[in-house]
């Protein structure tokens, strides 16, 4: 049961453009959703991260969008850059879990 | 460097061997996670250590993966009879107390190849 639907698979943006990725959870009980980025041969790094008692948060170029009520919260990437191309996870925790449950990822490529 | 490291970075074993992988976390980090990550999809968890006690463990782990975090400092992963199906990049995660689950750090992981 794969309980973090993550779309699209992949995105290509001009530079310049705005990315958008999405993300849609089933678990009501969770309680905080992090952003991650990840380079070829790294580890995830946490990018951003909202709990649900805020619709937004934006960090620099990116913004966290949340949709409590359709249980849905995407990330926007505002004047994408080359250096931001890389593979973004959606995550989701809480229930009392120390666990996250990861999206499939989407594969974002910033193209000149 | 004062962020998670893990040895070795890549691992090749034959089917059946046993492999033992190591973390060591950030050193004021008391929360520790392991988890797996195959091509295309996100990291699965695996384990969760606070201090040297293990407090959550995936139900579908199989019990052929064992793990321990002797004295609440560095952490080792171990598979036994390893299967192809194990290939992976095993990561490993630290985080603070007190600090929200989702705030990791996560190491550059281990990337295993059963042949």
């Known amino acids: 049961q794969q309980q973090v639907k993550q779309s699209p698979q992949s995105l290509i943006v001009q530079k310049g453009g705005i990315s958008i990725i999405n993300c849609a959870y089933e678990?009501?009980?969770?309680?905080?959703f992090p952003w991650y980025q990840q380079f070829p041969g790294k580890g995830p790094a946490l990018l951003i991260a909202?709990?649900?008692?805020?619709s937004e948060k934006k960090e620099g170029r990116f913004t966290i969008s949340f949709n409590k009520s359709a249980k849905q919260f995407s990330l926007h990437i505002m004047d994408s850059q080359p250096g931001d191309s890389a593979t973004y996870f959606c995550?989701?925790?809480?229930?009392?879990?120390?666990?996250?449950?990861f999206g499939k990822g989407t594969k974002l490529s910033v193209i000149p | 460097d004062t962020g998670v490291s893990q040895d070795p970075r890549h691992k090749i074993t034959k089917r059946g061997q046993n492999v033992t992988f190591r973390c060591d976390p950030i050193?004021?980090?008391?929360?520790l996670y392991w988890y797996r990550q195959t091509l295309g999809q996100g990291p699965e968890f695996l384990t969760y250590f606070q201090n040297e006690a293990q407090l959550e463990k995936s139900r579908l782990l199989s019990d052929r993966f064992s793990a321990e975090r002797p004295k609440g400092s560095f952490s080792t992963l171990e598979i036994q009879r390893t299967e192809q199906g194990d290939s992976a990049m095993y990561l490993c995660?630290?985080?603070?107390?007190?600090?929200?689950?989702?705030?990791?750090?996560f190491g550059s992981g281990t990337r295993l190849t059963v042949v």
């Open positions: 050193s004021e980090h008391n929360r």
């Open positions: 678990n009501t009980a969770f309680d905080y």
């Open positions: 909202i709990r649900p008692d805020v």
């Open positions: 995660a630290s985080s603070a107390p007190f600090r929200s689950t989702g705030g990791y750090t």
């Open positions: 995550a989701a925790t809480g229930a009392g879990s120390y666990q996250l449950t």
